[in-house]
């Protein structure tokens, strides 16, 4: 493989994803992102002549013929979607367009591009949709994780579109032979993840010595994924794993809301100390609607069949991703100031 079409490139997982290929894998990338508020020019500047961004509407069904045409893909990796939970039930329009609107047309497009590839080109295409354990619903408290033969039990407008377009998926590799493959990963966590989500919100909470919202009694529980070992899993896949097949991403990092926020917490007090412990600013906060109770990953067919696995471990990961955000506050200080929106829309600073 030497180009990849990599959809929503800009976003927190797949500008992670993006870095890899270009810097590690030394593979062109043709990145597609519509740069909604989610998506981020920063997160993907400066890497090299190998990357190119274009930014379109995966929904755009001439936008996205264009692209295999003109680019000429060895493969595709589809990271768009819609991906916050409390925005879909505010606004599950959006997520029914980009999630499950959005994959028919990208994979109409990849069919037509593949049946006019060459046989030698054909066989070695694939199209790998990236999507999550919360299609699998909520477990019990004990037991084992959610494994690729788990039925889909979604519960929220997000986690159903998204198992909607897992259902897409794999019909156009059953239906139409499209090389097909799929994984469902547990919760991501790293550099370049947007403000609205648990970690970074804790974080910057934290930094801005603002109150840490936590919902309900923060019993819930999640399995925790560096990004840099999802996106080496999502390369596994990409050039190891057999179309057709699902393989499920975990962290082996469960545990529940309030022990995370206490553990970013202290990592803090270390890296950053507050005047108090950043601890005391904690306050519990009215569940949200339809809030599974439980999220975990049985991850042993990844690792038995293609020999991946996470290389942090429940400590390791957080202490890199709040150093990260140490670090690069011109990031997100332009995202929470919105400056980041010119970028988006090809202005500049004034």
Not at 119 to 142: M, N, Q
Not at 144 to 159: L, R, V
Not at 339 to 345: A, E, N, V
């Amino acid at each position: 493989m030497n180009t990849i079409l990599v959809t929503g490139g800009a976003g927190f997982i797949g500008s992670n994803l993006v870095h890899l290929l270009v810097k590690e894998k030394q593979l062109r990338v043709v990145n597609v992102d519509k740069l909604t508020y989610a998506g981020n020019r920063a997160s993907v500047q400066d890497l090299s002549e190998r990357h190119t961004l274009v930014q379109a509407d995966v929904e755009d069904s001439a936008a996205m013929r264009r692209v295999f045409t003109e680019f000429q893909p060895d493969a595709v990796m589809h990271l768009a979607a819609e991906s916050h939970v409390d925005r879909s039930i505010d606004g599950p329009g959006d997520f029914i367009r980009t999630n499950l609107l959005g994959t028919f047309e990208l994979l109409q497009a990849a069919l037509e591009y593949y049946r006019g590839l060459p046989e030698d080109r054909k066989a070695g295409f694939r199209f790998l949709h990236i999507s999550t354990d919360e299609v699998y619903g909520s477990l019990a408290p004990e037991g084992p994780g959610f494994s690729e033969s788990t039925p889909y039990d979604p519960h929220s407008p997000y986690s159903a579109s998204k198992a909607g377009s897992d259902h897409l998926a794999r019909a156009w590799c059953d239906t139409y032979g499209l090389p097909v493959l799929v994984t469902n990963c547990s919760n991501n966590y790293g550099p370049f993840q947007f403000p609205e989500k648990l970690i970074p919100v804790v974080i910057l909470k934290c930094l801005r010595n603002e109150d840490i919202p936590v919902y309900g009694t923060g019993d819930n529980v999640r399995d925790w994924l560096y990004v840099r070992d999802h996106v080496e899993a999502l390369y596994t896949v990409l050039t190891k794993g057999i179309p057709g097949q699902t393989y499920n991403i975990g962290g082996d990092n469960e545990r529940t809301n309030l022990d995370l926020v206490q553990t970013l917490c202290g990592i803090l007090d270390d890296l950053h100390p507050g005047s108090v412990p950043y601890a005391d600013k904690i306050t519990f906060v009215k569940d949200r609607p339809g809030h599974d109770k439980r999220y975990a990953i049985d991850a042993t067919k990844i690792r038995n069949e293609l020999g991946w696995e996470p290389q942090e471990d429940v400590e390791t990961g957080f202490r890199k991703t709040v150093l990260w955000y140490l670090e690069n506050r011109d990031w997100w200080e332009r995202i929470l100031s919105g400056d980041y929106q010119l970028d988006r829309l090809g202005l500049q600073d004034s």
